[in-house]
């Protein structure tokens, strides 16, 4: 199996890569943010707790955030492996999903951090806020949050990784295929 972290602050495109990665080594992708954008628009009741926090940019607490994940893994007994796009962003997330795996006497082949310069990554998510419908892309000062949130709350998760030997950092400027590219190489090398 292979279970890839794909790690990086808000527009670094890990949404884009993800689905790359997904058709070329037949991954399920898991983006936790895409599953709190089903439960908002279905009007679920954690749709509804999810965009309380979205809608400024602020973490959903852990505890929800790793149920959900939990119950998703679970859907999928068949898979070959995951792609983790937006998980884990928090120490306890890491710790919860490493259990998770182990449970399944699994674990994380690799996280890879795509690294984008703050200016790029702000003019990335308002770029893109005419397209992705997205009323955390749109704004500026939620924006801002979002990536002030990521460099506080989820940029010291690296270490988790670290520390396993896991963590590849990956150049995350340049042409879509060409981090493409880069993201294979790294990951063909780990197999
Ligand atoms: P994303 O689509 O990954 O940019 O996530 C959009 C928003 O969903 C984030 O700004 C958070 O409010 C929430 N979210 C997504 N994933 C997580 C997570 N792993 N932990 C907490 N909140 C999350």
């Known amino acids: 199996m292979i279970n890839l972290v794909l790690f990086g602050p808000p527009g670094a495109g890990k949404g884009t890569q993800s689905e790359r990665l997904v058709a070329k080594y037949e991954l399920v ?48 007994p068949e898979a070959k492996g995951f792609i983790f796009d937006g998980f884990p962003r928090t120490s306890p997330q890491a710790e919860a999903l490493d259990i998770m795996l182990a449970e399944k006497s699994q674990g994380i082949t690799c996280m890879l951090a795509l690294e984008v310069a703050e200016a790029e990554l702000e003019k990335r998510l308002l770029g893109r806020a005419a397209t992705s419908g997205r009323a955390d892309d749109g704004d500026i000062e ?4 979002r990536i ?9 998760v690296a270490e988790f990784y ?18 493409s590219n880069r993201l294979y190489a790294s990951i063909d090398a780990h197999l």
Do not use: C, W
Not at 37 to 50: D, P, S, V
């Open 29 to 76: 992708h898991l983006s936790t943010g895409d599953i709190f954008r089903k439960n908002m628009k279905n009007e679920t009741a954690l749709g509804q707790l999810a965009k309380s926090y979205m809608d400024k940019g602020n973490l959903v607490p852990d505890s929800v955030t790793i149920d959900m994940l939990k119950s998703e893994l679970e859907l999928y």
């Open 162 to 179: 670290k520390v396993q030997g896991k963590f590849i950092s990956i150049e995350g400027m340049g042409g879509i295929d060409e981090i």
């Open 142 to 145: 939620i924006v801002r949050n």
């Open 148 to 156: 002030a949130v990521y460099n506080r709350e989820t940029a010291p």
